[in-house]
């Protein structure tokens, strides 16, 4: 088994506070109103969104993926920092056991830099391609900046 990692790092204009409360406290609630055709709904499955809850993403008619479940690896709301460690999903993995994710917001002047770091833990002679992971992680793009678009429509949400 091998471990690709891959990580990347986005600039808002949103205090970390704010796009922390939105993409990992508060990702139940906002989401599904940001993205409703992307994200049907994000319920929790186990536990409140503490270490070790189990959160399960359902996604839109349109989407090539129905769920994923995540499970909550650490979680430090005062460092805006998260670590998460996707379970399952209604499609087959046939190249990654797992994959694992850090978020963390950082201050850069009036807004953040959020750097994310994906591990994917391949099978065995599994190869992953990087055009593959690329899909993903514009995906994860748009719905950052989608975030960040209505937060700074809506200066009184996740205030």
Do not use: W
């Amino acid at each position: 088994m091998g471990i690709i990692t891959y990580s990347m790092e986005i600039t808002s204009a949103v205090a970390p506070s704010r796009m922390f409360k939105a993409l990992v406290l508060e990702s139940h609630n906002i989401l599904p109103k940001i993205v409703p055709e992307g994200i049907k709904s994000v319920e929790f499955i186990e536990g409140d969104g503490g270490v070790g809850s189990i959160k399960q993403t359902n996604f839109g008619e349109s989407s090539h993926i129905k769920y994923t479940k995540h499970k909550v690896e650490a979680l430090d709301a005062g460092s805006f920092y998260c670590k998460y460690t996707m379970i399952e999903s209604d499609i087959k993995f046939d190249k990654i056991d797992f994959v694992t994710e850090e978020v963390k917001f950082v201050a850069a002047g009036n807004g953040c830099v959020c750097m994310m770091t994906s591990e994917y833990h391949i099978k065995e002679g599994g190869e992953l391609k990087e055009e593959d992971i690329k899909k993903g992680k514009d995906k994860a793009m748009g719905l950052y900046k989608a975030v960040e678009e209505y937060l700074v429509a809506n200066p009184a949400v996740c205030a």
